[in-house]
Structure formats: structure tokens, C-alpha cells
């Protein structure tokens, strides 16, 4: 192995982790984005040292992008840690903007093969996208039997969902929704403003932008992780993960 392409790898993991972004058009990382793609030991040598950290490298519009692997400790998030960041304490609380996550991913994206180009999502769409969703899936959840942990837990969703007003007077700032727990509307917010902060989203007058980021894990992602909760929101019904 030659030392100067351990090197090279070693720099283009290290920048990746550190949220910077490799790619062609870079001032500062072309030569490493260059490097990764044109020179076969290096490619191999980041190769595996991101699956021994579990961790994923994805490529969207000529640059570089890494996620932590499903249940990844270290770089990822656990649900305790979650609920600590988004400021909730019931499970319910957390699974209902995992959920939102889900809806706003499937705006943009249906799988890997049908990317609908759209610029922009608001909160109201949110809003709106996820009604419909828990009202086609209660209609679904007995394909699970009686004892499935995930048809108790769209359940507990469901109701939590159902009961919060689309808005809460006592939560706006100006015209603008403040992140809460009180309302549709504020867990939406509270959704974006976390998917924000991992730069996945930018926000400008209540409108959500999807980043290239967003784009390189959204694209990727139904090749590698679907499941019940895409089922049932009537993806393929040969998901399996």
C-alpha cells in the first residue's frame, strides 16, 4: 500500500466527517474529489474504512456525501438522543416526527427510480401530506397481527396526530410557527428545524429548500432501507428491511 494514498484517504475521511463537502466543483476539495475517483487504491482504502465504521459514502451532482449505517452509535443518533435534541419525552412524540421525516422525503422522492422535481416544500403541505397518509394507513394496519410492535406504534401516531390543532395561536411569532408540541404545525416545525440543522433543508419565508445532501441520501435510500412503515404508505410490497 502506498503511504501517500493511505494519506489521501485518511484526509478525504476526515473531511467528510467533519461536514465538509468534496466535490468537483470545490475550491478547496476538488483535487481529493479527483482523488477518490481516479485512483483505485484510494477508493478502496475509503471504501473500507467507512464499512468498518458503518458508515455509508453516497454521490449526488459530482460530490461526496457520508451518513452513519443503520445503528451506528458513534456517528449516529440514538432515539434518546433524539428526543434530548428535539426537546421530547415520549416515544409516541419522536416516532410522529420520524414519521414527518418520511412524508417529507416521499414529496420529493417515491423510490430510487422517480424523483419528482419539486423546489420547495411549506409546512401546510407537510401537514396536509401527512393527514392523508394516517388516514390510508389505519385503513392498512391489519396486514400486522394483533401483537406488531409498529401497528401500536402508528396507532399511538395516529391519535397524537388527530388530536393536535393545525395551529396554535400561542405559538407564533409574528406570522411565523414556532417549534412546540402543541400543534400540527409546530411539530413541523420542530421536524425542520432539526433537519435544518444536519443541513439537509434550508429555510427562506416558511419555504424548505432540500439541499444536494438531502438529494444524495434521499436517492440512495430505497436501495438500501425500506420496510414496513414504506409499505404501508403503499411503496412495494416486497420491501423487506
Known sequence: MDSR???KAIE???????GETIAKASRENSA????????????????????????SIYEYNEALYITPGEGNRVFGYTNDDMKRILGLRLNKELFLCYFLMYVILLYFYKDSGSYQFREFIKP?????EADKYLADVTKRLSVFSAEDVGAESFKAVG???????AVSHAVYDGEKTKASKASKSGYVKLTFNFMVSQKLFVENEERYYPTDRFKALCENYFEEYRGRLYQLLGGEEDAVH
Open 5 to 7: 494514498n493511505l494519506d
Open 12 to 18: 478525504i475521511y476526515a473531511r467528510l466527517i467533519q
Open 32 to 55: 481529493l474529489y479527483e482523488d477518490y475517483y481516479g485512483n483505485a487504491e484510494v477508493y478502496e482504502i475509503v471504501g473500507n474504512l467507512l464499512k468498518k465504521l458503518n458508515l
Open 124 to 128: 401546510e403541505k407537510v401537514i396536509e
Open 159 to 165: 391519535l397524537l396526530w388527530d388530536e393536535l390543532p
